[in-house]
């Protein structure tokens, strides 16, 4: 059982920064790549970024140029750093974690964390 808990959301001016972090206790966490999704009021879950064990990356073309996702593995944490922000972004971000090869939709997630960024 792996337990995750985000923060670092909050109210931000369009073209500001915010880091979201996601701690990961329980579990292994080098079996697990991680991920950030974000879901607007009336709107899909939308896949950002994701980061293997080994450092491998993906991007959406939502978030390729503004946000970099990373991990400290000797700490067992994920992050988002989001740059360029647009009221658009304007989301709750979650992380979660699948293992191996896994479906996103079978692994474990955040509560989450409100992003505002006002125009």
């Known amino acids: 059982q792996v337990h995750l808990v985000e923060s670092g959301g909050g109210l931000v001016q369009a073209g500001g920064s915010l880091r979201l972090s996601c701690a990961a206790s329980?579990?292994?966490?080098?079996?697990?790549?991680m991920g950030w999704f974000r879901q607007a009021p009336g709107k899909v879950r939308e896949i950002l970024a994701t980061?293997?064990?080994?450092?491998?990356?993906y991007y959406s073309d939502s978030a390729k140029g503004r946000f970099t996702v990373s991990r400290d593995n000797a700490k067992f944490t994920a992050s988002l750093q989001m740059n360029s922000l647009k009221p658009e972004d304007t989301a709750v971000y979650y992380c979660?974690?699948?293992?191996?090869?896994?479906?996103?939709?079978?692994?474990?997630w955040g509560q989450g964390t409100q992003v505002t960024v006002s125009s």
């Open positions: 329980g579990g292994t966490f080098s079996e697990y790549r």
């Open positions: 979660a974690a699948a293992q191996g090869t896994s479906n996103w939709d079978s692994g474990y």
């Open positions: 980061i293997t064990w080994s450092g491998r990356l």
